[in-house]
């Protein structure tokens, strides 16, 4: 089953293509690696090993993302079956990996609402601050209210989430829609 950006499993989805395609990418550098062995012909061994070479660069960069990725895991269930229960408040998304100049950021769930983007970030060592600047940031550059707010605490963000009206109360600009759609571009 296929999942997007924004959908609860994405990451463990993600890293299963992932890992899936650095095993095909791998097999086809030491099939061809191999193959060289199998010819005498000098000119058939450095075409072999140049396709080996060029086969490098797509299964690192397939590589890259997994590996940046690797600790960070989908959610518990019964987390999301919480969160779920609010999507009526917004426009709620789950296992985002976003990344910044310095800094990864893990977000288990993210609530955009007219008020705002809350973000739920179970990470130990990112530096709040500095995060929530960056992202309010990118948010003015595409000409979005920078209001982002990330919260380490669970119960924080059950709390906030409880506290939000539904969206429907109000007055719709297209800027709820438009706020999550660039999360999903930012998201790995």
Not at 126 to 149: C, G, Q, W
Request: proline share 4%; hydrophobic share 45%; with cysteine.
């Amino acid at each position: 089953m296929i999942k997007h950006k924004g959908e609860y499993g994405y990451r463990n989805y993600k890293r299963m293509v992932r890992l899936g395609q650095v095993l095909f990418g791998t097999a086809a550098i030491l099939a061809q690696l191999w193959a060289r062995n199998l010819s005498d012909e000098q000119a058939v061994k450095n075409v072999l090993t140049l396709m080996a070479i060029l086969s490098v660069l797509p299964t690192a960069n397939v590589a890259s993302p997994l590996l940046a990725s690797w600790r960070y895991k989908t959610g518990p269930l019964d987390f999301y079956k919480r969160a779920a229960a609010y999507k009526e408040k917004g426009n709620l998304l789950f296992d985002m990996i976003l990344t910044t100049k310095e800094q990864i950021l893990p977000f288990d769930a993210v609530m955009v609402h007219p008020l705002g983007v809350f973000a739920y970030c179970p990470a130990e060592k990112i530096d709040l601050k500095k995060a929530e600047k960056t992202l309010n940031e990118m948010f003015k550059s595409s000409r979005l209210d920078p209001n982002v707010k990330i919260l380490k605490e669970e119960k924080q963000f059950f709390n906030r989430l409880a506290g939000l009206k539904p969206a429907e109360q109000y007055e719709d600009d297209g800027s709820v829609d438009y706020a999550a759609g660039l999360l999903r571009s930012m998201c790995m």
